[in-house]
């Protein structure tokens, strides 16, 4: 460092530091910066910066909510130019969104023209929308013309704008905020004004009150695009309790009767930030991937709100069944996270319980009320002089008008006047104390200044008694002010109506462009457990016919047809499986990389096409075939073998797959392949070699596993595993001659041997193909 500072060429102006250092403090300055005037709202009026300064912005403009509009390029513009040196679109787009009020529970702006939809459409051009504040927002502004907070400069020093918002009402809660900032974020929920404003009530009557107190006036989160919370009570609690936490909320749905038995889902309300473009999206893909297979098509009905219609497969689907479904596998259900991180006094970042929101809230108002009172103290103070020296001028208007009409200088004049006792009657005399001596009792330079600017038709209505009547009335006011200021109960029943003045305005009957935004519109109900249901309990038992090409494209008949029909098929393929199925049954393929992969016979394209690729339906690679396909069977035990003469048994059961890439069951490596999967049945296997060579041994001579390699069923010199079939050995083994006739050899002793032995040349007659079947 020393090295550094002694370097001769560095000039007088440059300082050297570590470069940790120097980042670290520089990172530090960017960083405090995000948090304090980007990111984090102020827990006082619940606004950013750029929040803030549009609405003081549009004061500035006087876009009052019964005046007119304004284009939102000039708003912009201005809040821009005067207060935000940050990108118009930047600003354009936190103004749209105060102005949605499927994104904000009170909006504070009110836009005409286009400013984006639930769907996701962005607004359009700030050219072609116009807006002006909302009643919620002058309610934000009320008092800011009274010394209400502090003003600083803006950012170049040639305007003034707030510190923060008076705030008349708990916005923080009431309209929620988002934001991410360097090492910390902050998301919450709106809540209900009316809810807020009683738990404010609350602890201004009880400062003691316990976080889960406030719970019975406020039990939740209040989303303007409605919805059902289905969060347990203690989550909630626990969540406002700590300031950290989540919301499970869901869409609001009812079923529709279309008569003759036939339904169908209509949802009304879905959950808050979600895009119902999106949504519909994601919903159309579950129908494609056959995720629900119950769910048969998804109509979008919206109009100015929403109607989303779900129509199931079959009547016979219980509708809470099939919304279950959905909420696992869409955004019909979403978690809300909470993370109430605010800005304290502007300054401090803190993650707050509600109470202790509530309670910066309520100071804040308490500082508001003391800051305008004594505002009205001044402007009180300031109007009793004038009517003082009024007065006086009423008492003694033929010498004002004499001084005024011929004295060069008449303001100097007028205070170096001494109006004696005359003076002394527009006081109170009760409280008179005379001049000491030298004095005399003259005007002060505001009470000269008021009777020279008054004009000449207001000597008319100067008359003593209305003079008498306002100093009166102000002066109760002062004194009301000063016992206001003095008790602090007394302040606090003050905001108490105030916030009764609130509810009142924005409570269950307030309205914004004929909607009523006061009334809750989220729920509260129990989740319920979403059981697994079996697919057969989704779905209409249909028979069907299951045909499988040898190029591997799947269909599925309507019905039994005859399994010795011809059917057609692509230019070089033909038939290898035809089986008959139910729509119920869930298929089993097997294929030669040693995978399982379980299909749905009710999601397999119709038969009156080629079907499609099976490879489409499960992610079968392209060098892997097909070893079996086969309705599953539960409960029942399978025998899988390579083609190395490996194998075991597995139950069929674990051999299920739950996604499409399958379950890998048989393990095989080098140039070996998954050869067969028999059922396991009887207590003896038989196997065959591509060298015709047999071998019988017990069945309970194989290990049952879930996955491997398994054991060696037989030995071979050359060539690998043939065919292998379990059976009962006092029943014999049976195979089909080359006549196509049944043949049962029940004489096998000297095939019957141990284990990965060689095995012995097979029986007379046995097929050619060297398969049991």
């Known amino acids: 460092m020393s090295d550094l500072l002694d370097d001769p060429d560095m000039t007088p102006d440059e300082v050297a530091e570590p470069l940790r250092r120097a980042i670290g403090e520089r990172y530090l300055t960017y960083a405090l910066s995000t948090i304090m005037h980007r990111a984090l709202p102020d827990a006082r009026d619940g606004l950013k910066p750029v929040h803030r300064r549009i609405l003081y912005a549009m004061r500035e403009l006087r876009l009052g909510s019964t005046g007119g509009f304004r284009k939102s390029a000039k708003i912009s513009g201005d809040v821009m130019g005067n207060y935000h040196p940050h990108g118009d679109a ?53 008092g800011l013309a009274e010394n209400a907070v502090d ?47 009683d738990a404010c009530l609350h602890l201004i009557k009880t400062p003691d009150a316990r976080d889960d107190t406030l719970l019975n006036y406020v039990p939740g989160p209040d989303f303007p695009t409605g919805g059902v919370i289905v969060e347990p009570a203690e989550n909630i609690a626990q969540a406002y309790r700590t300031g950290r936490g989540s919301f499970r909320l869901r869409c609001r749905w009812e079923t529709e009767d279309l008569g003759r038995g036939q339904w169908q889902i209509v949802v009304t309300e879905i959950p808050y930030q979600v895009q ?50 959905l909420y696992r596998n869409s955004d019909l259900e979403v978690r809300f996270s909470l993370n109430m991180n605010v800005l304290i006094d502007g300054l401090t970042p803190k993650v707050c319980s509600m109470k202790e929101v509530l309670r910066a809230f309520l100071d804040f108002r308490r500082e508001v009320l003391e800051r305008r009172s004594r505002h009205r103290m001044e402007k009180i103070d300031h109007r009793l002089e004038v009517l003082e020296g009024l007065i006086v001028a009423f008492l003694n208007l033929d010498r004002v008008i004499d001084i005024i009409r011929y004295d060069d200088e008449p303001k100097p004049a007028l205070m170096r006047e001494d109006w004696g006792r005359e003076f002394v009657r527009a006081r109170d005399e009760a409280d008179y104390v005379p001049p000491a001596p030298g004095d005399h009792e003259g005007l002060s330079d ?37 016992d ?32 009523n935004v006061g009334a809750r519109r989220t729920t509260f109900a129990e989740a319920g457990e979403i059981e697994e249901v079996p697919l057969e309990a989704m779905i209409d038992r249909e028979p069907i016919t299951v045909v499988c090409s040898q190029m591997g494209w799947i269909r599925a008949m309507s019905g039994h047809v005859d399994l010795a029909r011809e059917l057609k098929f692509k230019d070089g393929d033909g038939p290898r499986f035809m089986f ?113 060579k047999v071998l019988i041994f017990p069945l309970e001579d194989l290990p049952e596993m879930g996955r491997g390699k398994g054991v060696r069923l037989q030995k071979y010199k050359d060539g690998g595993l043939s065919d292998a079939i379990t059976f009962t050995l006092e029943e014999g083994l049976s195979w089909h001659d080359p006549a196509g006739r049944t043949r049962t050899e029940t004489a096998l002793a000297e095939w019957v041997g141990k284990r990965a032995s060689a095995g012995r040349m097979a029986p007379r007659g046995f097929p050619r193909d060297n398969r049991f079947t």
């Open 276 to 325: 119902k473009s999106r949504l519909i999206e994601k919903l159309a893909e579950v129908i494609q991937t056959k995720k629900v297979p119950v769910l048969a098509d998804i109509r979008d009905e919206s109009a100015d709100d929403v109607r989303i219609i779900l129509e199931p497969r079959s009547k016979n689907v219980d509708p809470e069944m099939l919304m279950g479904m």
């Open 90 to 142: 930047a600003i354009y787009d936190a103004m749209a969104r105060l102005a949605q009020d499927f994104a904000v529970r009170y909006p504070l702006v009110d836009g005409q023209g286009n400013f984006g939809n639930i769907d996701g459409d962005n607004p359009a051009a700030s050219r072609y929308t116009e807006a002006r504040m909302t009643a919620v927002a002058e309610a934000m502004l009320e």
């Open 446 to 482: 505001v009470q000269a200044e008021a009777i020279l600017n008054m004009r000449l038709r207001a000597l008319r209505r100067l008359e003593e008694m209305a003079l008498l009547a306002e100093r009166d009335a102000l002066m109760e006011e002062r004194a009301g002010l000063e």
């Open 484 to 515: 206001l200021l003095e008790d602090v109960g007394l302040q606090w029943a003050a905001i108490a109506d105030q916030l009764r003045e609130v509810k009142a305005t924005f409570g269950k009957g307030y309205t914004l462009d004929g909607r």
């Open 151 to 197: 003003f600083r400069d803006n950012y170049d020093g040639t305007l003034t704008e707030p510190v923060v918002l008076p705030a008349a009402f708990p916005n923080l809660l009431a309209n929620g905020s988002s934001g991410i900032a360097v090492g910390m974020a902050t998301n919450i929920p709106p809540h209900n004004i009316a809810e807020l404003i």
């Open 580 to 692: 008959h199925a139910e729509t119920t049954d869930r298929l089993l393929v097997f294929g030669s990389n040693g995978r399982f992969y379980t299909l749905s016979a009710a999601a397999l394209p119709g038969g009156r096409g080629m079907g499609e690729p099976l490879r489409l339906m499960v992610d079968l690679p392209n060098e892997a075939e097909i070893v079996d396909l086969f309705i599953h069977v539960p409960g029942r035990k399978l025998l899988v073998a390579s083609s190395a003469g490996d194998g075991f048994i597995v139950p069929e059961d674990e051999v299920l797959a739950q996604t499409r890439a399958g379950k890998q069951v048989l393990n095989v490596r080098g140039e070996a392949q998954a050869r067969l999967c028999r059922p396991a049945t009887g207590d003896h296997v038989a196997v065959v070699g591509e060298n015709r």
